[in-house]
């Protein structure tokens, strides 16, 4: 059974930061392409960032240059780096690979 299980949101500052993790299991984590996705108050599923297998990434322009996507193999875990954080990234983010996605972590930015 494949299991995505984010962590690491919270309550932070504009400006401030947060590490979100995914711990996954039940797949190949290694082999397969995994995704950041978010979904903020009232609004629609909206593309965060990519992390391919072969280590490629991909960034929605909105993010790009304050999140950065990574990965630990041996710790089947999926990581997002958020800096600068805006009122605007508020939202709950979801990790995913291309079948499935976790039950999310909140990500609150407010002063």
């Known amino acids: 059974e494949v299991q995505l299980v984010e962590s690491g949101g919270g309550l932070v500052r504009p400006g401030g930061s947060l590490r979100l993790s995914c711990a996954a299991s039940?797949?190949?984590?290694?082999?397969?392409?995994m995704h950041w996705v978010r979904q903020a108050p009232g609004k629609g599923l909206e593309w965060v960032s990519t992390?391919?297998?072969?280590?490629?990434?991909a960034y929605a322009d909105s993010v790009r240059g304050r999140f950065t996507i990574s990965k630990d193999n041996a710790k089947n875990t999926l990581y997002l780096q958020m800096n600068s954080l805006k009122p605007d990234d508020t939202a709950v983010y979801y990790c995913?690979?291309?079948?499935?996605r976790g039950q999310g972590t909140q990500v609150t930015v407010s002063s």
């Open positions: 992390l391919t297998a072969a280590g490629t990434t």
């Open positions: 995913q690979n291309d079948d499935s």
């Open positions: 039940g797949f190949t984590f290694r082999r397969r392409s």
